[in-house]
């Protein structure tokens, strides 16, 4: 049973567009929310996150969006560079264990130049 | 340099051999944190540690054993592997505390036979 969905496996933008990474959630009671980047060969590293008491972080190029009442957040990403090529993880904090992650399929972004 | 360092990178084996993937962090981190990346499935957790000699079970713990005699160090143990523990898996350290973003190591690629 997946709690955390990324509903697209992959995605292309062009170079300088906005790439725009969606995630779904099914728990109403999970009240943070991270984005980690995932190059080949090499750890998850974290990128941006989120509490459920905003509804937007930014941070550089780099924004996510939150939607309680939908329960879908958003990673946007301004202007999509060459080096954004990755896979893309949503995690959110599991409510049982403090500090278990709970993950998403991730999704693979490629930027074209 | 701050990192979780994994080691084997890779390893194939045959089913029943048992084997030990080292984790070690120079963070002086509290939590550390095994996880297993599947296709489609995301990064699930398999084991978790809190402090020195306080192992919990996350989401997917049959089959593993983990220990943490010391700070630094938390292995992954599969007394009985089998071809159903095929996987990536990553090792993640952080401080203790619900909003610290988790480090992560390289990963490592485990093919059972």
């Known amino acids: 049973d997946q709690q955390v969905k990324q509903n697209s496996p992959s995605l292309s933008v062009q170079e300088g567009r906005i790439s725009i990474l969606n995630c779904d959630y099914t728990?109403?009671?999970?009240?943070?929310f991270l984005w980690y980047k995932k190059y080949p060969a090499e750890g998850p590293t974290f990128l941006i996150s989120i509490s459920s008491i905003k509804d937007k972080n930014e941070d550089g190029r780099f924004t996510v969006f939150l939607n309680k009442s939908a329960k879908h957040l958003s990673l946007h990403i301004v202007p999509s560079q060459p080096g954004d090529s990755a896979v893309y993880f949503c995690a959110t904090l599991g409510i049982q264990g403090a500090q278990k992650l709970v993950f998403g399929q991730g999704t693979r972004l490629t930027i074209n130049p | 340099e701050a990192q979780v360092t994994q080691n084997p990178r890779y390893l194939i084996t045959v089913t029943g051999k048992k084997l030990t993937v080292t984790c070690s962090q120079n963070?002086?981190?509290?939590?550390m944190s095994w996880y297993r990346q599947d296709p489609g499935l995301g990064l699930r957790q398999i084991y978790y540690?809190?402090?020195?000699?306080?192992?919990d079970k996350g989401d997917v713990p049959e089959g593993y054993k983990v220990s943490r005699k010391e700070k630094r160090n938390f292995p992954l143990i599969l007394e009985s592997p089998s071809p159903n523990q095929t996987s990536l898996y990553f090792c993640?350290?952080?401080?203790?505390?619900?909003?610290?973003?988790?480090?992560f190591g390289d990963g490592t690629r485990l093919s059972i036979l």
């Open positions: 540690s809190m402090n020195v000699e306080v192992t």
């Open positions: 993640a350290s952080s401080r203790v505390g619900r909003i610290q973003p988790q480090h």
């Open positions: 728990n109403s009671m999970f009240d943070y």
């Open positions: 963070m002086n981190h509290e939590y």
